[in-house]
């Protein structure tokens, strides 16, 4: 095992999983050590970005070092440490715990959901009479990207633990006691009257469906079946990678969300223009052929073959009437690393000149 830096050997911790030996390390918690041993133990209000809270009891499991369950994403690991994860009473905590977060409920859970797929998972149906709430909402929120529905809430405080550590504006938080806590603002305010970025980070990590995209609203409540395409944010030079929820009946993009934390290069985040701002994709003055300008002045659409014709047709006029350095490229962002690098080759092979700029550069 490597030094840890300090003339240290770190020691390795051997944990019964289920009554299978898993290694683990100091400082590790249960549901880390599960997770990287295949062992699946759900959580409501955990998310890999955030330091772990246990308020959702969700991921209780039994632990030979407590007298009761504890909560797997708190709970550190030590040597000779033995865990049962999906015992008769686990799992009868299980549904009971989703009994009663389904009872704080408008009817059925939001499809889609976490809450839905683990009531799904464990058989568990709306049953528990419903329970009283009045959480306060926003319901004359201003901005035309975010949605909340405050009586869909379980107070899990996922939203707000992003907004001030992920995305560190802090635009949201808990407020009032009780049966009144609700996700609130500083006075109230819409959405753009406070620090929000609308990055929709808050959307992405809601277990519940209490936040959601109100371009998608009506689609996703109605549990419509979406076709998800990976791809590329093309708003700037990060590489985000973006899921398409496509309508296939309507043909149109309804929402558009992050790959899981951890498994793309931007961990689950997007800002509002990746995640909210696609109405481009079917917008009536989008440019679906190339255009030219004619003789009248005006541009008319063309084939790309008689496009790029006229365009060398005139770099090259250019070029030979007054020389290479009248030339100047300006390459886009927006662009992949291959079509930035041809624009460059252009100028600086096919024409002589080191005029080249691409927009990231300032």
């Known amino acids: 095992m490597k030094d840890d830096g300090r003339g240290e050997t770190p020691r390795t911790l051997t944990v019964t999983l289920d009554g299978q030996p898993v290694a683990a390390a100091p400082g590790e918690t249960v549901l880390t050590v599960a997770r990287r041993a295949g062992v699946d133990i759900p959580t409501l209000c955990h998310d890999d970005r955030l330091a772990p809270t246990g308020?959702?009891?969700m991921c209780l499991v039994e632990s030979s070092d407590s007298r009761r369950m504890v909560p797997a994403c708190r709970h550190p690991v030590s040597d000779g440490l033995a865990v049962q994860t999906d015992t008769p009473d686990v799992q009868r905590h299980r549904r009971a715990l989703l009994a009663l977060y389904l009872a704080d409920q408008p009817g059925a859970p939001t499809p889609g959901s976490d809450l839905e797929r683990l009531a799904r998972r464990y058989g568990v149906e709306p049953g528990v009479p419903a329970v009283e709430a009045p959480r306060a909402g926003r319901p004359d929120d201003?901005?035309?990207?975010?949605?909340?529905?405050?009586?869909?809430?379980?107070?899990?405080?996922?939203?707000?633990?992003?907004?001030?550590a992920v995305a560190g504006v802090a635009a949201i938080t808990l407020a009032n006691r009780g049966a009144h806590t609700t996700i609130a603002t500083a006075g109230d305010a819409g959405l753009l009257d406070t620090s929000c970025e609308l990055?929709?980070?808050?959307?992405?990590?809601?277990?519940?469906?209490?936040?959601?995209?109100?371009?998608?609203?009506?689609?996703?409540?109605?549990?419509a079946p979406l076709e998800v395409v990976r791809s590329t944010c093309n708003y700037c030079g990060v590489g985000c990678q973006i899921d398409l929820h496509v309508d296939r009946v309507a043909n149109a993009v309804v929402r558009v969300t992050s790959p899981p934390p951890g498994t793309t290069t931007n961990d689950g985040n997007l800002c509002v223009k990746g995640r909210f701002a696609f109405g481009f994709i079917d917008h009536p003055d989008r440019l679906t052929a190339p255009l030219v300008r004619g003789a009248d002045g005006?541009?008319?659409?063309?084939?790309?073959?008689?496009?790029?014709?006229?365009a060398a047709e005139l770099l090259t006029g250019v070029s030979a009437r007054y020389g290479p350095d009248a030339l100047g490229f300006v390459s886009s962002s927006r662009c992949t690393n291959e079509e930035n690098y041809l624009v460059q080759?252009?100028?600086?092979?096919?024409?002589?000149?080191?005029?080249v700029h691409q927009c990231a550069a300032t």
């Open 298 to 310: 005006a541009l008319h659409a063309t084939d790309w073959d008689t496009a790029l014709g006229r």
């Open 199 to 223: 990055c929709g980070g808050c959307v992405d990590t809601c277990p519940a469906g209490a936040l959601v995209e109100r371009s998608a609203e009506a689609a996703i409540d109605a549990g």
């Open 142 to 164: 201003a901005n035309r990207f975010i949605a909340f529905r405050a009586d869909r809430c379980i107070l899990c405080a996922r939203c707000t633990r992003y907004c001030d």
């Open 345 to 355: 080759k252009l100028a600086r092979a096919g024409f002589g000149t080191n005029n």
């Open 55 to 57: 308020a959702c009891r």
